[in-house]
């Protein structure tokens, strides 16, 4: 009965979200308060309505209602709870579910903290979210019904695929989707702006903080995705250059490059046409990832199922939204004024050169994921663009950006001067020119670790010197630090920080280069050297878990004879699906990691084993949250909320247009 | 510095990015881009020694040899024609012989592949679509057959 009562309320969502496309905007054309105002009210019912469809799915998925096809294709009795909650999302109905979901809560954010926005505004933009709602429901009622009957229910569901059933799955496709979704909002304001041609620094401030969400998710959720990927895999790789991947990536350059670019327009009113591009850009791309995720063309683990209506359905979607917004924008971006102006060399050149170079990366990443489908649907023949691809164009557009940062941070409005700045950048460079010199004689290892180290350490100490600056100059008592410390805006913290975590990220990413690996069959007693460490496996288990049964390799990890850490890499059999999954052995001593997975055991216990010392490999999963962490303190600027507010107020009486 | 000297700097540094983006990417895609080819495809096209490529086909039921220390030898069948495929290092947990698989890798003198990864399916109910599709090409692909010979 629940189950009917979800669907029913899915219909109705959509019915909601197509009268919440139109009204708003009529409203906001006729100049009519009462129709703006229904906006809100909508937004609110139609998250309420899709929730009440989620959680009626994740009754059923809890219940082991096997009736449903959903339920049966993707659950099992004796599944553990937590996989029966979030395989809910794990299937592709119920992943599309939980992207609406994920939309109607940004609407309904919209609707609650956006109060003091202009209203027409707000009505559009909560219009433009019901049109993106009104087709992804429309997708997930005609194409991928979760709620559909089975006439016959059968006594045991086919369980969820072993490799999904992970604590990651509780993570990685919620933050994901709070980002991937959380751009619908800055496209939202994007098309808002363009229908009710309000293209100013009210504009760049209001959406600012979505971005910074969604940035912030995508963030996590990226670098949670790869860490999953990394432990259960069993390749010890973190990063393939998987078309998902590539996917997720390219959003997140794009909302990169927007977060920056929204700076100059709220500071200076510049590059106004630029900005409205990027948001439209972002979101187009994270359709794009969508598409490419669920419609089939790609086999991955992500790729649920391949069904063709549902791929030339989204495709459909692509093409509208995209196509849409391109054409409304072609036809306003001639009516928008030009903004401020500035010197090349300043904070809005060097902001202007990241964006550059973010989007040219971008652009990389996309032609490096879409050629190969292009080539083949044109000639037929099949080709795989990897990793040497991606190191060619991707790497050397990046390292320029690294070597940017810093002095995009100390440069000032306007006008500045480079001799200057890099004066001020001289003793991080020369740190990390003795980092550098130290790693090369202490480690040796390949030059381009060394070299990218040098890096890293030079943009981390980078991030800091304008910090360092206004804390430590003119004398340093605590007292007088914290003073000054408070003084500053949080912002300024946020951006030290989340330039630095990238670095880190770079650190992590470069120390690859000194690890060791080692592929070997391995009796039972046996010792391995690998790195500074010895390990000794020591014998295999077997154990039973809740639906699996594994053979758990025990293995010890010593360092100068005395056990530093014990280690349980194992293989898990599956018996209703019939699969197999590793479970590699991670033990992280320092920063480093020892990294083990086996297979193909014996029935005298002899095991092939893949071993793996990775030192500083922590470092590329801490750096994600350092940049999230710097993103939270930046999202936490006061100047975010009393501004809008008082923005807000000023933009109630048409200010005069700053003169030029 | 006047609005249009600044645009014409502003051109040409987009200009000299894209101009470098494009040749590393026209650089990368004439030299890092594999082919794929089913068993039959591989012996039609006759590729040079040491060019990088992906094969996939079924691995040939009753061929899987394990040639000591971690290195298997194997056939990838498309049932029309196979190839000898050696592989050191752990097969992936889904790699079973009748099954699906796509290996990466070099063709040596003696027509004997030298894959260095070899990528199973992620889940038992899907085929790679590229081994999929080369079994059409030949074929001998039966819709829901293979559903049928998973259903254990």
């Given at each position: 009965?629940?189950?009917?009562?979800?669907?029913?309320?899915?219909?109705?969502?959509?019915?909601?979200?197509?009268?919440?496309?139109?009204?708003?905007?009529?409203?906001?054309?006729?100049?009519?308060?009462?129709?703006?105002?229904?906006?809100?009210?909508?937004?609110?019912?139609?998250?309420?309505?899709?929730?009440?469809?989620?959680?009626?799915?994740?009754?059923?998925?809890?219940?082991?209602?096997?009736?449903?096809?959903?339920?049966?294709?993707?659950?099992?009795?004796?599944?553990?709870?937590?996989?029966?909650?979030?395989?809910?999302?794990?299937?592709?109905?119920?992943?599309?579910?939980?992207?609406?979901?994920?939309?109607?809560?940004?609407?309904?954010?919209?609707?609650?903290?956006?109060?003091?926005?202009?209203?027409?505004?707000?009505?559009?933009?909560?219009?433009?979210?019901?049109?993106?709602?009104?087709?992804?429901?429309?997708?997930?009622?005609?194409?991928?019904?979760?709620?559909?009957?089975?006439?016959?229910?059968?006594?045991?569901?086919?369980?969820?695929?072993?490799?999904?059933?992970?604590?990651?799955?509780?993570?990685?496709p919620p933050l994901l989707y709070l980002g991937y979704v959380g751009l619908s909002i800055t496209y939202s304001f994007a098309a808002?702006?363009?229908?009710?041609?309000?293209?100013?620094?009210?504009?760049?401030?209001?959406?600012?903080?979505?971005?910074?969400?969604?940035?912030?998710?995508?963030?996590?959720?990226?670098?949670?995705?790869?860490?999953?990927?990394?432990?259960?895999?069993?390749?010890?790789?973190?990063?393939?250059?998987?078309?998902?991947?590539?996917?997720?990536?390219?959003?997140?350059?794009?909302?990169?490059?927007?977060?920056?670019?929204?700076?100059?327009?709220?500071?200076?009113?510049?590059?106004?046409?630029?900005?409205?591009?990027?948001?439209?850009?972002?979101?187009?791309?994270?359709?794009?990832?969508?598409?490419?995720?669920?419609?089939?063309?790609?086999?991955?683990?992500?790729?649920?199922?391949?069904?063709?209506?549902?791929?030339?359905?989204?495709?459909?979607?692509?093409?509208?939204?995209?196509?849409?917004?391109?054409?409304?924008?072609?036809?306003?971006?001639?009516?928008?004024?030009?903004?401020?102006?500035?010197?090349?060399?300043?904070?809005?050149?060097?902001?202007?050169?990241?964006?550059?170079?973010?989007?040219?990366?971008?652009?990389?990443?996309?032609?490096?994921?879409?050629?190969?489908?292009?080539?083949?649907?044109?000639?037929?023949?099949?080709?795989?663009?990897?990793?040497?691809?991606?190191?060619?164009?991707?790497?050397?557009?990046?390292?320029?950006?690294?070597?940017?940062?810093?002095?995009?941070?100390?440069?000032?409005?306007?006008?500045?001067?480079?001799?200057?700045?890099?004066?001020?950048?001289?003793?991080?460079?020369?740190?990390?020119?003795?980092?550098?010199?130290?790693?090369?004689?202490?480690?040796?290892?390949?030059?381009?670790?060394?070299?990218?180290?040098?890096?890293?350490?030079?943009?981390?100490?980078?991030?800091?010197?304008?910090?360092?600056?206004?804390?430590?100059?003119?004398?340093?008592?605590?007292?007088?630090?914290?003073?000054?410390?408070?003084?500053?805006?949080?912002?300024?913290?946020?951006?030290?920080?989340?330039?630095?975590?990238?670095?880190?990220?770079?650190?992590?990413?470069?120390?690859?280069?000194?690890?060791?690996?080692?592929?070997?069959?391995?009796?039972?007693?046996?010792?391995?050297?690998?790195?500074?460490?010895e390990l000794i496996f020591e014998s295999i288990v077997p154990r039973n878990g809740p639906n699996y049964s594994e053979l758990v390799?025990?293995?010890?990890?010593?360092?100068?004879?005395?056990?530093?850490?014990?280690?349980?890499?194992?293989?898990?059999?599956?018996?209703?699906?019939?699969?197999?999954?590793?479970?590699?052995?991670?033990?992280?001593?320092?920063?480093?990691?020892?990294?083990?997975?086996?297979?193909?055991?014996?029935?005298?216990?002899?095991?092939?084993?893949?071993?793996?010392?990775?030192?500083?490999?922590?470092?590329?999963?801490?750096?994600?949250?350092?940049?999230?962490?710097?993103?939270?303190?930046?999202?936490?600027?006061?100047?975010?909320?009393?501004?809008?507010?008082?923005?807000?107020?000023?933009?109630?009486?048409?200010?005069?247009?700053?003169?030029? | 510095?006047?609005?249009?000297?600044?645009?014409?700097?502003?051109?040409?540094?987009?200009?000299?990015?894209?101009?470098?983006?494009?040749?590393?990417?026209?650089?990368?895609?004439?030299?890092?881009?594999?082919?794929?080819?089913?068993?039959?495809?591989l012996a039609q096209r006759a590729p040079h020694e040491g060019q990088r490529l992906r094969i996939g086909g079924l691995v040939k039921?009753?061929?899987?040899?394990?040639?000591?220390?971690?290195?298997?030898?194997?056939?990838?069948?498309?049932?029309?024609?196979?190839?000898?495929?050696?592989?050191?290092?752990?097969?992936?947990?889904?790699?079973?012989?009748?099954?699906?698989?796509?290996?990466?890798?070099?063709?040596?003198?003696?027509?004997?592949?030298?894959?260095?990864?070899?990528?199973?399916?992620?889940?038992?109910?899907?085929?790679?679509?590229?081994?999929?599709?080369?079994?059409?090409?030949?074929?001998?692909?039966?819709?829901?057959?293979?559903?049928?010979?998973?259903?254990?």
């Amino acid at each position: 009965m629940i189950v009917e009562t979800g669907h029913y309320a899915l219909v109705l969502a959509l019915a909601l979200a197509l009268v919440n496309s139109i009204l708003p905007v009529w409203g906001s054309i006729k100049g009519d308060q009462h129709l703006m105002a229904v906006a809100p009210s909508a937004a609110l019912m139609g998250f309420g309505l899709v929730a009440y469809a989620y959680l009626a799915l994740t009754i059923a998925h809890v219940q082991s209602d096997f009736s449903l096809i959903n339920v049966v294709e993707n659950s099992h009795s004796a599944k553990p709870l937590i996989y029966k909650i979030t395989g809910v999302w794990g299937n592709h109905e119920g992943s599309m579910l939980l992207w609406v979901l994920v939309l109607s809560v940004f609407g309904a954010a919209v609707a609650l903290f956006s109060r003091s926005m202009p209203e027409d505004l707000r009505a559009n933009v909560l219009a433009v979210q019901s049109w993106i709602a009104a087709a992804f429901l429309l997708f997930i009622l005609l194409t991928s019904n979760p709620f559909a009957r089975l006439a016959v229910a059968p006594a045991e569901g086919n369980d969820l695929n072993p490799l999904l059933q992970d604590p990651g799955l509780a993570i990685h496709p919620p933050l994901l989707y709070l980002g991937y979704v959380g751009l619908s909002i800055t496209y939202s304001f994007a098309a808002a702006a363009l229908i009710s041609g309000r293209i100013d620094a009210v504009f760049a401030r209001f959406v600012r903080p979505w971005t910074l969400i969604a940035w912030i998710s995508l963030t996590l959720g990226i670098a949670m995705g790869s860490y999953w990927a990394y432990y259960t895999l069993g390749w010890g790789g973190f990063w393939f250059w998987d078309p998902v991947e590539n996917a997720s990536l390219m959003p997140w350059l794009a909302a990169t490059a927007l977060l920056h670019c929204t700076a100059v327009m709220e500071k200076r009113e510049a590059l106004k046409i630029w900005t409205i591009f990027l948001a439209i850009l972002a979101f187009s791309l994270s359709l794009v990832g969508t598409f490419l995720v669920r419609s089939g063309v790609l086999t991955s683990v992500h790729a649920f199922a391949s069904d063709p209506t549902r791929g030339v359905f989204i495709l459909l979607i692509l093409v509208i939204f995209i196509g849409g917004s391109f054409a409304l924008f072609a036809l306003r971006a001639g009516e928008i004024k030009q903004g401020g102006l500035f010197s090349p060399v300043s904070r809005e050149g060097a902001l202007v050169l990241n964006n550059l170079l973010l989007t040219t990366c971008c652009a990389t990443v996309f032609i490096g994921t879409l050629y190969p489908l292009a080539l083949e649907a044109v000639t037929g023949e099949k080709i795989s663009v990897g990793p040497p691809f991606f190191n060619l164009t991707f790497v050397p557009l990046f390292i320029p950006l690294f070597i940017l940062m810093p002095f995009g941070q100390l440069l000032p409005w306007k006008r500045g001067d480079l001799a200057g700045v890099a004066q001020r950048l001289a003793t991080a460079f020369a740190a990390a020119l003795i980092f550098m010199a130290v790693l090369a004689a202490w480690c040796g290892g390949p030059a381009v670790s060394v070299i990218l180290s040098g890096v890293a350490f030079y943009v981390i100490a980078g991030s800091f010197v304008d910090l360092g600056r206004r804390l430590l100059g003119g004398g340093i008592s605590a007292g007088l630090l914290s003073q000054r410390a408070r003084g500053l805006p949080r912002h300024a913290f946020g951006t030290a920080f989340a330039h630095a975590g990238i670095g880190v990220t770079l650190l992590g990413l470069a120390a690859t280069g000194w690890g060791t690996e080692k592929i070997t069959a391995l009796k039972p007693g046996e010792r391995v050297e690998i790195g500074p460490y010895e390990l000794i496996f020591e014998s295999i288990v077997p154990r039973n878990g809740p639906n699996y049964s594994e053979l758990v390799g025990r293995t010890v990890i010593r360092a100068k004879g005395a056990v530093v850490a014990t280690i349980e890499p194992a293989t898990r059999f599956y018996p209703a699906r019939g699969m197999n999954r590793s479970e590699a052995g991670i033990a992280t001593l320092g920063l480093g990691q020892v990294y083990m997975s086996i297979a193909d055991v014996t029935p005298n216990g002899v095991v092939n084993a893949r071993i793996f010392w990775k030192p500083l490999v922590a470092l590329i999963w801490i750096g994600a949250l350092i940049m999230a962490f710097g993103g939270c303190l930046s999202l936490s600027d006061r100047s975010f909320r009393v501004g809008i507010a008082r923005r807000a107020r000023k933009a109630q009486t048409p200010s005069p247009q700053p003169a030029e | 510095m006047t609005r249009r000297k600044r645009r014409l700097v502003l051109i040409s540094t987009a200009l000299a990015a894209l101009g470098l983006a494009l040749g590393l990417v026209l650089i990368a895609l004439r030299d890092n881009i594999v082919f794929f080819y089913g068993p039959s495809e591989l012996a039609q096209r006759a590729p040079h020694e040491g060019q990088r490529l992906r094969i996939g086909g079924l691995v040939k039921q009753g061929s899987l040899l394990h040639e000591g220390d971690s290195t298997v030898r194997f056939a990838v069948t498309d049932t029309k024609q196979e190839v000898e495929v050696t592989y050191t290092g752990v097969l992936p947990d889904l790699f079973r012989e009748g099954q699906g698989v796509v290996a990466e890798g070099t063709l040596g003198g003696d027509k004997v592949f030298h894959a260095d990864s070899i990528l199973a399916k992620h889940d038992e109910r899907y085929m790679p679509r590229e081994v999929a599709d080369a079994l059409k090409k030949q074929g001998v692909w039966r819709e829901g057959a293979e559903a049928a010979s998973n259903g254990k």
